[in-house]
């Protein structure tokens, strides 16, 4: 059964450091677009960063600078370092994958097909 794995996340006071982390089943990693997203209370999930299969990234706007995506390939894992955080970057995250399309990758839920279960992350002021 193909299945992603959250882990991390927690409570830190504004301006603190976080790690995520995704733990991908091989069958939903190869070719495969990476990516996280988040949902906060009484909002719609956006998307925060995906990494294709090339290593290419790309970020939305209010997190480019202070979040870094990576993966290691070796382990089928996905990361998300979270630095210089902030009380609006409260909300529970989510690991997600989906094939690569001929466009390559889009940060956009209807794009992933895989999801985790999420991990929340809560920021103080």
């Known amino acids: 059964q193909e299945r992603l794995l959250e882990s991390g996340g927690g409570s830190v006071q504004a301006g603190g450091s976080l790690s995520l982390s995704c733990s991908a089943s091989?069958?939903?990693?190869?070719?495969?677009?990476m990516g996280w997203f988040r949902q906060a209370a009484g909002a719609e999930r956006e998307g925060v960063a995906f990494?294709?299969?090339?290593?290419?990234?790309y970020y939305a706007d209010s997190v480019k600078g202070r979040f870094t995506i990576s993966k290691d390939n070796a382990k089928n894992a996905l990361h998300l370092e979270l630095n210089g955080l902030k009380p609006e970057d409260t909300a529970m995250y989510y690991c997600?994958?989906?094939?690569?399309?001929?466009?390559?990758?889009?940060?956009?839920?209807?794009?992933?097909?895989?999801w985790g279960q999420g991990t929340q992350v809560t920021v103080s002021s």
């Open positions: 990494i294709d299969n090339l290593g290419r990234k």
């Open positions: 091989e069958g939903i990693y190869g070719d495969y677009c």
């Open positions: 997600a994958a989906g094939p690569i399309g001929r466009s390559g990758c889009l940060l956009l839920p209807e794009f992933f097909g895989y």
